[in-house]
C-alpha cells in the first residue's frame, strides 16, 4: 500500500511552472529520495506532502495526517530548551497531561541521541544536535511519515554520515515513511529504497540505487557524474 502517491501535480508561481505533471508514489517504510538541481521543485513537493501548498493541478494523497517535517535549518525555538521545543507538538495539537507528555519527549530524544540535551538551549549544542532534536520534534506525535529538507546541509561529513544513519535507523525502528530531499547523493545512495531524479519539475529517473547509478539517462549520468567530480 501506497503512503504517499502524486498524480499529475502541477504548480506555478507567477509565470513559472515549478511542478510539471508530477507522479509518484511511495511505498509505506520507504525511504524515498528526492535528488535534482537547485530549484527543480524538490522542497515544493515536500511542502505539497505535508499540506503547506496547495497544487494547481492533479491530486496529492496521503495515508496518514500524522506527518513530522525536519526542516533544513532545524527551525528550533531559540528561548526554549530542547525537551520544550520537542513537546510543543504535542502541547499545541493535543491534550496530555504534562506527565505523559515528558515521557513522549524522553523517548524521543533517546532515539535521536539526545537525552543529555534535554535542558539545553539551541543555541548551546551544534548543528548537528540542533538537526537530531528537530527530528525528535518531527517524531513526538507518533508520525507515520517523516519529511527531511536537506538533512545533511551544512554539516560535515562525519555529522552528515551520522544524520544520514540517524534516518535509516528512526526509519526501521518505527516503522514509518521517509521522504528526504537532499543534494548528498553519498547519502541517498546509502539509505534509499528509490532515488527520484526531478530536472524542471518532472520525474526523469525513479530507481534504486544501484538502478539510479547504473542508468543510462543522460540526465542522471550528469548527476552521478558531477556527484563524483567527474565529467559525464
Not at 46 to 70: C, F, Q
Not at 137 to 150: F, G, N
Not at 153 to 178: F, M, Y
Not at 205 to 214: D, H, K, L, N, S
Amino acid at each position: 500500500m501506497n503512503a504517499i502517491e502524486f498524480i499529475g501535480v502541477t504548480k506555478r508561481f507567477g509565470g513559472k511552472t515549478v511542478l510539471d505533471g508530477l507522479t509518484f508514489s511511495v511505498a509505506k517504510g520507504e525511504i524515498f529520495v528526492i535528488v535534482g538541481p537547485s530549484g527543480t521543485g524538490k522542497s515544493v513537493a515536500l511542502k505539497h506532502i505535508v499540506g503547506l501548498i496547495e497544487p494547481d493541478a492533479g491530486e496529492v494523497k496521503t495515508a496518514s495526517p500524522r506527518i513530522g517535517y525536519l526542516f533544513q535549518s532545524g527551525a528550533l525555538l531559540a528561548w526554549m530548551t530542547i525537551a520544550d521545543n520537542v513537546a510543543l507538538p504535542l502541547r499545541e495539537t493535543t491534550r496530555m497531561k504534562e506527565d505523559e507528555i515528558g515521557a513522549k519527549v524522553s523517548d524521543a530524544l533517546a532515539a535521536v541521541g539526545l537525552s543529555d540535551a534535554a535542558d539545553k538551549y539551541p543555541s548551546e549544542i551544534s548543528g548537528g544536535m540542533q538537526k537530531r532534536a528537530g527530528l525528535a520534534r518531527a517524531i513526538v506525535r507518533e508520525t507515520d511519515i517523516v519529511l527531511y529538507d536537506e538533512p545533511t546541509s551544512g554539516l560535515d561529513p562525519v555529522t552528515s554520515l551520522s544524520i544520514t544513519n540517524l534516518i535509516a535507523e528512526v526509519n526501521a525502528k518505527r516503522g514509518i515513511t521517509s521522504v528526504v530531499v537532499t543534494h548528498d547523493l553519498a547519502s541517498a545512495l546509502k539509505i534509499a529504497s528509490r532515488i527520484m531524479l526531478l530536472k524542471d519539475g518532472k520525474a526523469v529517473v525513479c530507481e534504486t540505487p544501484a538502478g539510479f547509478v547504473a542508468s543510462k539517462n543522460p540526465y542522471a549520468a550528469e548527476y552521478v557524474a558531477a556527484s563524483k567530480g567527474e565529467k559525464a
